[in-house]
């Protein structure tokens, strides 16, 4: 068995949401798109990742993933973010921290999801 990407679904009440966090903020670029559609869609590309966000009130409430997103370079990351998103960071770790896994790390919030930007 082989595969080559994981893709998640990100359900938002207001979809718009999730393209401040990922679009804005972590620069993913819109690879397709409905979201002039009865229930908006799109699927977000970066740097070989996909995710798909829906807007979909229902699911948006029972669901609040976590992410983890690797980098090799969180200093720069953090610079860009922590510049223009200060309330997009995570009111427990809004600052690079080195974790006792030795991993650095800094977070991301908003009303639906969690994101934790690592180097290891």
């Not at 370079?73 to 080195?98: D, G, Q, R």
Request: overall charge negative.
């Amino acid at each position: 068995m082989n595969f080559t990407k994981l893709v998640p679904n990100v359900f938002y009440k207001d979809i718009n949401k999730g393209l401040k966090i990922f679009v804005d903020c972590l620069e993913f670029e819109i690879g397709y798109s409905e979201l002039d559609a009865h229930q908006p869609f799109c699927v977000l590309e970066k740097d070989g990742l996909r995710i798909n966000l829906f807007q979909n009130a229902e699911f948006a409430e029972k669901d609040h993933p976590e992410f983890r997103l690797v980098t090799e370079n969180i200093e720069e990351v953090y610079e860009k973010v922590s510049t223009k998103f200060p309330e997009l960071l995570h009111p427990n770790l809004k600052e690079i921290t080195l974790r006792p896994w030795t991993a650095k790390e800094f977070a991301l919030m908003d009303e639906q999801i969690g994101i934790v930007i690592q180097q290891w």
